[in-house]
């Protein structure tokens, strides 16, 4: 039973009554007092009693299984009264608040035997699972008092994706990677590089790369005359790139408005769109101290799809990821030699102190960069001197900055990549390097 706003106003006009019989004596107003909150309970249970059943009605929906984060998606909620009699009152869909939806309250208003829609506009504000597990229906009586209500099991769900806001800029590294190949074709053959094709020698082209075994055959055609043949190379193509995410508690900081994890995300769909189009295999693993999300032997019309869905529901675990065990991870997925891409965070010695131990593991047998997110309010914050607690924030910047060019120095030594930038333009600068190091043959 529920009772609505009307009812404390009704109880106050009772004093108007009670006032005017006080002079009458406390058996008046005792009299006039019990006899009003009669009169309400009677009204009261006269609308409960006549109030129509709320747990006579089915609930459906209808909603799209995914969507990107902070894309909107409609989701209709579909309520048919079963019972006989109408029901009067209000529909509450109650989805957690992440889910954004809006509105989640209407009237109601629903005639027996008949169906009515509830549309909702749902603009998710995190990723994973946003969940409505029940629906909420109060039905009122005829006089609005009083009614009915009842919460209606409906559980309902929608995958919300990573948004792939770095695609934006893919088009510019397609671009590049069209010219890479193009200009490739023109050199000589070198590690990292592939056959492609065999064509005819042109002044400027370099004589090692004279193919004379089909000089010789060609020259033996009619009318071909005496023509020489070299032989064009391109970037090699099916290389493996596993790209490798940290999640562990160093993943769950805030930058610009977004966790490291997310900006991981970016960056490891933004490359993996590119990679594939270079006609590379890209394998994702997502890990702290277990596997997270994986993503193994995708075909490159899928990859992209996989990766969404496998990322939608991971957060970030507040504990220290395990570095020891990603070697043996990353065996797991190839045996041949890949480019590793680790994204996880360079800003502590602490933290780093277990990748600098595992990276020498890595880069004997593969090619690795490390992608690290940096925060543009600590580089900010150097450049604000003008008073005494502005120095010691721009002291502590320095610091923090010292030690990440101190990390990043040390990796180098080792033998792998670093690449550093604000979230913004972490994604891009990690394929611009992808491309850096193809165009070298070094992958």
Known sequence: ?????????????????????????????????????????????TDVATAASPRRIRVERDLPDAVRLGEPVRATLLLTNAGRGRIHG????????????????????????????????????????????????????????????????????VRVLPPFNSRRHLPSRLARLRELDGRTLLQVRGQGTEFDSLREYVRGDDVRSIDWRATARNSALPGAGRRLMVRTWRPERDRR???????????????????????????????????????????????????????????????????????????????????????????????????????????????????LTTLPQLTSRHTVVIASVTDPAVVSMTTDRRDRDGVYLAAAAERSLLETARLAAAVRRMGAEVVTAPPEDLPPALADRYLALKAAGRL
């Not at 957690?96 to 009515?116: N, V």
Request: no cysteine.
């Open 241 to 355: 790139v596993v790209i490798v995410v940290d999640s562990g508690r160093t993943a769950a900081a805030r930058i610009a408005d977004e966790t490291r994890l997310d900006t991981a995300f970016e960056s490891s769909l933004l490359l993996t769109a590119l990679a594939t189009r270079a006609g590379d295999r890209v394998d994702l693993l997502v890990w702290d101290r277990r596997i997270r999300a994986r993503v193994h032997n995708a075909s490159s019309a899928e990859v992209l799809h996989r990766m969404v869905e496998a990322m939608a529901p991971v957060e970030p675990e507040l504990l220290e990821t395990d570095w020891t065990s990603v070697p043996g991870q990353i065996r797991a997925l190839t045996s041949q030699h890949a480019f590793v891409v680790l994204v996880t965070s360079l800003e502590g010695a602490g933290s780093a102190r277990g990748l």
């Open 90 to 157: 209000i529909v509450r869909d109650a989805w957690t608040p992440s889910a954004g939806a809006a509105p989640s309250r209407w009237p109601l208003d629903l005639p027996p035997g008949e169906r009515r829609a509830f549309a909702t506009t749902l603009t998710p504000t995190r990723r994973g699972e946003r969940r409505s597990e029940q629906v909420t229906v109060r039905s009122l009586g005829p006089l609005r008092f009083a009614g009915r209500q009842a919460t209606l099991v409906a559980p309902a769900a």
């Open 1 to 45: 039973m529920v009772i609505t706003g009307r009812v404390p106003l009704l109880l106050l006009v009772g004093l108007v009554p009670l006032v005017g019989l006080g002079g009458f004596g406390p058996a008046w107003a005792v009299g006039t007092l019990l006899a009003w909150l009669a009169l309400v309970a009677l009204l009261i249970g």
